[in-house]
Structures are given as C-alpha cells and as structure tokens.
C-alpha cells in the first residue's frame, strides 16, 4: 500500500483549511488533541441543548435553555460601567429580561430595536425573582428562526475554541465527507441496521435528542465498531503475520515433565492441564506461538510457564522467562528450582546485577547450550545475550509490555515462541483490546482446597487490636505481612513509614521476630530478610509495595494493609493474594483512616465482597476507566474517540472475529471489502497495521 488514498486528503489536511479557522485557532484545537479535519469528525458531541421553540420561558424550569419569541420593550442602559444593560421582552405569556454585560449600546439598538419582534434563545436564569437571559446565544428575525437547531449538539472546548466555533468547523468538515466503499461485513450491517459510514458521521453531530447521543445510537455504534474494527485488523495482520512465520517444531517427549509432576505434592487442575495442552500443541505446531496465559493470582501460572519451559528443553532446546522486576525474577528462580531439580534441569539467573566474570560465565554456559532454562529481568533479552538455541520466551508482562512494543519484538524476525503472563485477570473488553493478537489460555479453577480468605476493614484507631491479634497468631507459628502505606508523592516518606512501623513491630512482637523489606535496600540485605521470612525465623514482614507481586511463603496467613484506602484494586487483590497459600485460615485486615473517600470505601467494599480476580478486575474498570487501568503512555492500549471499552466490550469482541474472518478469506486485503478495509486503516491512522501491509 503506497500510501494514503487521496480520497482522504481532505480530511488529513490542515485545518486552516477550514473556512473560519486561522492559524491561531488551529493551535488552539491542540489543547483538544484535534491536529486535523479527521481528528474533528471523530469529536463527538458529549451532550445537547433542547431549543425547541416554545410560547413562554414559563414552559421551562430556570436555570434551563429555552427558544421564544419576544416582543421588544424598553431599554435601559446601565449607570455605572461594571452594571448589565438590561432589555425588556414580552414572550407570550410573560414579561422577562435580556442581560449583557459590557454591552456596546448602538449594536443592542440594532439587534433589538423596541417594538420588534425577535426569537431569542439562551438560558433562563432568575435572579431576584425575576427570570433573566444573560446573553443570548441566537437572538434572530421570526424569519431566520429555522437556524437555530431543536437540538443543538455540544462539544468540549477549550480556551480559544467556543461551541459556535465548534459548530461551524465540525459543519465545514462535513461538507468534505464523501461516501466511502462499506468496509463492514454486510450481514453484520444489516442485522445492527447500521447507516452507511457518511451517513453514521453526519447524523454523530445532528443529533435529534438524547437518546442519539446515547453510545447504544446507531451511527455512534457504528462508528465505534469502526474503530475497534481497525484495531483488531491491525491485531489480526500482526496475528497472520506471526502465524504465516515459520516456528521451530518442538516436540515434547513428556519424560522431563513426567518427573516434575511426579515430585509436585499435588495434582494439576483442569484449568492447567488444559492450558498445558495448548501450549504444547502450540509449540509442537510449525507456526510461531503467540500464547496469553490469563490466570487469578494464585491460579498457579508458574507452574505453567515452566511446562512450556520443559517442553523445550525435551525437545534439545532452551527457555527463558522474563521477570519485570529483580525481585521477581529472583521469586521466579525460587519457586522453579525445586521443579527444575526435580526435572533434571539446569536453570539459571542473569539480571541487571550479575557483572564482571561472574556474568561472562553465564553467558558462555548460555551459548554452549549448558543453561537449559534461564530466569531473569530484561538483562536476559540484551544484545550480547546468545542463545544456543532459544525455543521459547516467557513474558512475566504485568501491562508492562504494549501492542506496539510485542509487534516490535516479532518484526525481530525470531522464530522463538512466545507466552505471556498477566498478573491479575484483566476484563475481557481490555484483553481484547490490548491482546487480540494473541490465542489465550485462561486458568478459569484455583487449586483444590484452597480457604477463603477472611476480609476485614478496620479503621487505624484499632491498630492496637490488629497488632494483639499479631502477637496471638504468632505464639500460633503463624507468619503474617504488614504492608505500610503507599505514598506515591514520594519514596522517602513510604521508606520512613515504613522503618517507623518496623521499630513499633519490633518493640511490640519482639526484635528477632519482625523483617523488613523496601524498594530502596541493598540488594543482599533484602535477599536476606526475604529468605528469613521464607525459612521462618521471621514471623512478620513489614514491606512496602515490593512484596505485590509473586512472592510465595504459604506458611505466611494473615495479610496487613496499612491504609488500604489509597491502593487500588488490582494491588489489593495481588497483595491479599499473598496469602491464602496453604493449610491454615487466612486473614487480610485492610486498615484505612478515616474518613474514606466515596472511592476509597468503595473499593474496600469490593475486596470484603469478593476475592474473584475477574470480577475485581471488572469493577475497576468501571470505577476507573480503561485508560487509568492501564497506564495509557506505556500500554499500547490505544485511545479510541468514539468507542468505549468500559461498556462495548461485546462490540470489540464482534470486532475481532469480523477482523480475523476478512484476513481468512482475504489475507491481502485485495477484495473490494479488502481494499475499502486498508482505507478504514488509513482514517484511523493504524500505521502499526499499514507498515505491516506494505512489507507484505
Ligand atoms: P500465580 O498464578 O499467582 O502465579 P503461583 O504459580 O504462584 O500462582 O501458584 C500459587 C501457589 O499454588 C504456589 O504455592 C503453587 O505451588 C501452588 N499450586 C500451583 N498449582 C497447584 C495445584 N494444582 N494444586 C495445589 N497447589 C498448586
Ligand atoms: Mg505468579
């Protein structure tokens, strides 16, 4: 594809090219993030003003808008400057006042000249009792009456760019707007009545009354069906792509993962052995793998991913699993030594931290082949990392990782295959968005005989309960974690609450038997205050926010989050997941201060209801936002203007299948519906999806 099809010029030129826009307003548009005419077409109004005509402001109730026809009456100017001229006008029913300020008295002469009849539209405010327009937004002849819409639609602003303007340029657009080849599934159109797309833009900003602003419209469904369309195009062209690419055949023998299993003191779940399955039919098939492996903390996904690491180590082959954090990475090795040992296999640790000839070594094993599974952060994917022969990548991605981004990492033209980790459940509209690319496993069971955790609110003021209740769990052998606050403002003062709480602990439960770990520690000393706490020679581990995720000591059962209120969900969930791990009741005390925000208790709420990660995962979404939930900058996630993920996540699911179909059957996009799709892609700027077109 050469590139943009002219009949999109227009929409793609400046927008001082509109009529009524200079350069000045241009840049104004910036603060809106509208750069050209495309960008204003996708700008829909968010809401809309009534003026339907009406005989008498005593139709409405003030403040409200309203359009009537008046007659005149007298003027009176102001004394003082800093004074409103006042013009009185009779409606049908009554007398009311037309307000300006700073008003300039021959145009008002002009505009309103006693006797008269005007229509006057604008909003009806009283003021002393006595019902008031304060500037007008249309004030016209009878005969002019028809330009001022029923239903006038309103658009967000910004300094420099006012609802008239808005109007005019959105109405100048239009007028470019050329019907283009329907690049929708004609059934799919039929069955949602959906109008053409010419149609869907004009009628997004003539709407006749609320409910066309509704998202469940129809020109809006569809115009948002055509962003996500686009999206799950560029989804599905990078899908096609890495499937069309060769992978490497790696064939399990089973002997390896016969031993694992054998050591586990436990059967895997449905839920694992299926995705199991996947996986390695995945990598016994010649195509590349591109695997999602969705799970609720604790839903055992380490034991997965090492499944997939064995399989390419039977097959004479290696694995790596890539960690986002040092101290991740270094929980991965923990839990997957004993497995790999059982196993027979050689694993190893590179991070940031290995230097010098220590490294070296490391890198001389890897490239005989010696490593047979290598665990690490980023470090294991730099340039002077070789591989004897790398059959498959675990991506341990808690939304660190972006479309583009694993895009890029394919257009690498490895051949390797690739499973990637969520940390928590995401909500299906997001995995669909920011994963459509994928195939994904989901493990949908928890192991057997896990006990709910007990969740409870306790305000601060009763943190003398929670540390008594401390002192009795650990005369029990019991272990437990104390959270400290999160202060996001600053490291500092999360490090000086936390050494604070961990001198209370210590003075209160006894020197040997309080650890602390912080982000900000010597990377040994945590090492050993971790361990400590493994072993059970500590009993309670005061932290900051390290400890979210992947730490595993099953032995520890109570969970303490100081202030609660200001984490969010997904981190109360990865934190309270924590615990819950093993034989005895759990308990996560959430401790909040008073008074909690409508938010704040909101989601506290939630945890106490549910420890089901989906539904969490859901509701924070809603709470939040997609955007937010994210972190937009670094997700890849893109930024739709008309569809919503919160609450058209059913359309985005239509979306994909639509998208994976048309590169079945048309793997070019050669057809006539192929050839109108790569324009879609064009309007909705997909250069992702363009680029991998034009290289074929
Ligand atoms: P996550 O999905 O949060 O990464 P992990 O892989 O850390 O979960 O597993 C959580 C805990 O559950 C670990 O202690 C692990 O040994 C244990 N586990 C994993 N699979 C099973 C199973 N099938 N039965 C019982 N326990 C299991
Ligand atoms: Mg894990």
């Given at each position: 594809?050469?590139?943009?099809?002219?009949?999109?010029?227009?929409?793609?030129?400046?927008?001082?090219?509109?009529?009524?826009?200079?350069?000045?307003?241009?840049?104004?548009?910036?603060?809106?993030?509208?750069?050209?005419?495309?960008?204003?077409?996708?700008?829909?109004?968010?809401?809309?003003?009534?003026?339907?005509?009406?005989?008498?402001?005593?139709?409405?109730?003030?403040?409200?808008?309203?359009?009537?026809?008046?007659?005149?009456?007298?003027?009176?100017?102001?004394?003082?400057?800093?004074?409103?001229?006042?013009?009185?006008?009779?409606?049908?029913?009554?007398?009311?006042?037309?307000?300006?300020?700073?008003?300039?008295?021959?145009?008002?002469?002009?505009?309103?000249?006693?006797?008269?009849?005007?229509?006057?539209?604008?909003?009806?405010?009283?003021?002393?009792?006595?019902?008031?327009?304060?500037?007008?937004?249309?004030?016209?002849?009878?005969?002019?009456?028809?330009?001022?819409?029923?239903?006038?639609?309103?658009?967000?602003?910004?300094?420099?760019?006012?609802?008239?303007?808005?109007?005019?340029?959105?109405?100048?657009?239009?007028?470019?707007?050329?019907?283009?080849?329907?690049?929708?599934?004609?059934?799919?159109?039929?069955?949602?009545?959906?109008?053409?797309?010419?149609?869907?833009?004009?009628?997004?900003?003539?709407?006749?009354?609320?409910?066309?602003?509704?998202?469940?419209?129809?020109?809006?469904?569809?115009?948002?069906?055509?962003?996500?369309?686009?999206?799950q195009l560029t989804l599905a062209l990078a899908r096609a792509r890495v499937r069309r690419g060769k992978g490497r055949v790696s064939q399990g023998t089973g002997a390896v993962q016969e031993r694992v299993l054998a050591a586990l003191p436990y059967a895997l779940t449905g839920a694992q052995t299926r995705a199991i399955a996947e996986i390695a039919a995945d990598m016994a098939a010649g195509l590349r793998m591109n695997r999602l492996l969705q799970g609720d903390v604790g839903s055992g996904k380490t034991l997965v991913a090492f499944m997939a690491l064995v399989i390419a180590v039977e097959a004479g082959g290696q694995g790596v699993m890539m960690a986002p954090t040092e101290i991740l990475a270094r929980q991965h090795m923990a839990s997957l030594k004993p497995l790999a040992e059982a196993g027979g296999v050689v694993v190893e640790l590179l991070t940031g931290r290995d230097k010098g000839a220590e490294r070296q070594a490391k890198l001389a094993a890897l490239a005989r082949g010696d490593i047979q599974v290598l665990v690490g952060t980023h470090a294991v994917f730099q340039d002077d990392v070789i591989y004897h022969d790398l059959r498959v990548a675990v991506v341990d991605e808690q939304h660190r990782f972006g479309v583009g981004e694993r895009m890029r990492l394919g257009a690498k033209g490895t051949v390797t295959d690739v499973l990637v980790m969520t940390a928590t459940p995401i909500p299906r509209s997001l995995a669909l968005a920011q994963y459509g690319d994928m195939d994904v496993s989901v493990l949908d069971e928890k192991p057997p005989g896990r006990k709910p955790i007990k969740t409870a609110t306790v305000s601060d003021a009763r943190i003398g309960e929670v540390i008594d209740h401390l002192r009795r769990a650990i005369a029990e052998g019991r272990q437990a974690y104390w959270v400290c606050p999160l202060v996001e403002e600053s490291e500092v003062l999360e490090l000086t609450a936390a050494e604070e709480r961990f001198k209370h602990l210590r003075a209160a439960l006894g020197e040997g038997n309080v650890g602390l770990v912080h982000g900000q520690m010597p990377p040994g000393e945590r090492d050993t205050a971790m361990a400590a706490f493994q072993a059970g020679e500590t009993k309670v581990l005061v932290a900051t926010t390290v400890i979210e995720v992947g730490v595993d000591v099953p032995n520890a059962s109570i969970m303490v989050i100081e202030r609660a209120e200001h984490f969010g969900l997904a981190q109360l969930h990865q934190l309270r997941g924590r615990v819950g791990r093993g034989e005895a009741q759990s308990t996560c005390l959430l401790v909040y201060q008073t008074p909690l925000t409508e938010g704040g208790e909101r989601r506290l709420r939630i945890l106490r209801e549910t420890e089901d990660g989906f539904r969490i995962a859901e509701e924070d979404l809603a709470m939040r936002g997609a955007g937010d939930l994210i972190g937009t900058a670094q997700s890849g996630l893109p930024r739709f203007m008309v569809g919503d993920l919160e609450t058209q996540a059913a359309l985005m699911a239509v979306a994909q299948t639509d998208a994976r179909n048309l590169l079945r059957e048309d793997p070019d996009l050669s057809s006539a519906r192929g050839e109108a799709a790569r324009v879609l892609l064009w309007l909705m700027r997909q250069d992702e999806a363009i680029r991998l077109i034009s290289v074929g």
């Open positions: 594809m050469s590139g943009r099809p002219e009949i999109l010029f227009p929409l793609f030129a400046g927008l001082e090219t509109l009529g009524g826009v200079g350069e000045k307003t241009a840049k104004a548009f910036a603060a809106l993030d509208i750069a050209t005419p495309r960008d204003l077409l996708f700008s829909l109004p968010y809401s809309g003003i009534d003026r339907r005509f009406r005989a008498s402001v005593q139709e409405v109730v003030p403040p409200a808008t309203v359009t009537v026809e008046v007659e005149v009456g007298r003027h009176m100017a102001p004394r003082t400057k800093s004074a409103p001229y006042r013009v009185e006008v009779r409606d049908a029913l009554t007398t009311f006042q037309l307000v300006f300020f700073h008003a300039n008295g021959p145009w008002l002469d002009k505009q309103l000249p006693t006797g008269q009849r005007r229509v006057v539209s604008g909003r009806v405010e009283l003021f002393d009792g006595i019902a008031q327009m304060v500037h007008p937004d249309y004030i016209l002849r009878p005969g002019q009456a028809d330009q001022i819409p029923e239903f006038e639609p309103v658009y967000h602003l910004t300094a420099g760019i006012t609802q008239k303007l808005m109007l005019r340029a959105v109405g100048e657009v239009l007028t470019r707007v050329t019907p283009l080849v329907e690049w929708i599934d004609p059934a799919l159109k039929e069955r949602e009545r959906w109008p053409d797309w010419q149609d869907a833009v004009s009628a997004a900003h003539a709407p006749e009354g609320p409910d066309d602003l509704s998202p469940q419209a129809p020109a809006r469904r569809r115009l948002a069906y055509d962003e996500f369309f686009a999206h």
